[in-house]
């Protein structure tokens, strides 16, 4: 059974900076696209930013362009999610998520998730 755990989140000011972790076991890790999607209050999950297995190519939501960065480290089956200059409206559960297939950006074609963690940006 795949599962992943997310961590990093926390409250933090406007300008600031979290990076997010999401840990994989129970599957090859470098078998698996892998994406970060978030959720705000009333609010569908979106997508944020995606890497494929190699961590060639990325995917960005242009909201974020230019701010977070994407990242993974096949050796520790584990990948990163830097986000700088924090912005109020970054404020969402964010999810980890592994897809195995063709990179996505949609979060119904990913196969497992993790259970979120909360960045909160005061204003």
């Known amino acids: 059974q795949v599962q992943l755990v997310e961590s990093g989140g926390g409250l933090v000011q406007a300008g600031d900076s979290l990076r997010l972790s999401c840990a994989t076991s129970?599957?090859?890790?470098?078998?698996?696209?892998m994406g970060w999607f978030r959720q705000a209050p009333g609010k569908d999950r979106e997508f944020v930013v995606a890497?494929?297995?190699?961590?060639?190519?990325?995917f960005y939501t242009d909201s974020v362009k230019g701010r977070f960065t994407i990242s993974r480290d096949n050796a520790k089956n584990t990948v990163y999610l830097q986000m700088n200059s924090l912005k109020p409206e970054d404020t969402a559960v964010y999810y980890c998520?592994?897809?195995?297939?063709?990179?996505?950006?949609?979060?119904?074609?990913?196969?497992?998730w993790g259970q979120g963690t909360q960045v909160t940006v005061s204003s």
């Open positions: 890497i494929t297995r190699s961590g060639a190519s990325t």
């Open positions: 129970g599957g090859t890790f470098s078998r698996f696209h």
């Open positions: 998520a592994a897809r195995d297939g063709l990179p996505s950006i949609r979060a119904y074609d990913y196969n497992y």
